[in-house]
């Protein structure tokens, strides 16, 4: 895997960075609030890893589709939930994601995984199959993690917890412009509809847990919200070395 090398390891690092080779740092929100571009610069400037959580479950979906089976038949899919072998690189400059050793990055961003992946996400057994490979990378400490439910199940115990969201439009303005130029109001919609799925489905529902700061994007460039997240997870940790 390309894994960014350990922070504590390298001697020119500034202090402040080398005290953040442990921490986890916990970054749930809305689908197009900025997780993914803020958590990848966040983990390059402090010398940390970088898990999307949510590449895995939409490479688990794409797995299933591949394989012809029903998405909405969530039998189908949690018997089938522990056949795949997905691998995470944590590297924040080049993360990657593989199934059965095949890399899948540019495969798990299409329409069809877009439309399947909160029904896979949704079955019960999905989720604590991928769970339980989250915490594994996670355990190990120094990462910068990103998804729906870092907070509140994979690690409640991070150090830093953030909950990063935006105005609807302008999630989907930049949705929209990542998939290369597609209709907005559409683009609105379907985020809409999976904001809902995800906030009100019954096992890891997408929520600000007590403690996560709160953080809105909307109307900030994306350097003035990864300088926001880093003062965090650098406060966080002299806090704690100075206790």
Known sequence: MND????????????????????????????????????????????????????????????????????HDADAVAAAAGRPDIVSGTDPLGPTIAVDGTDVSVEIRTDAVNAAVSPVSAVPAVRERLVALQRELVGEGGIVVEGRDIASVVWPQAEVKVYLTADPAARAARRALENGGADVGATEASLLARDKIDSGRAVAPLTRVHGAIHIDSTHQTLEQVVDLVAGLVEEGMTAVGGS
């Open 4 to 71: 960014a090398p350990h922070p504590a390891s390298d001697p020119a690092r500034p202090a402040s960075v080398a005290q953040t080779s442990g921490v986890v740092v916990a970054v749930d929100g809305t689908s197009g609030s900025g997780k993914s571009s803020t958590c990848r610069a966040v983990a390059d400037r402090l010398g940390l890893r970088y898990l999307d959580t949510g590449a895995q479950y939409r490479a688990m979906t794409w797995w299933m589709l591949a394989q012809g089976i029903d998405v």
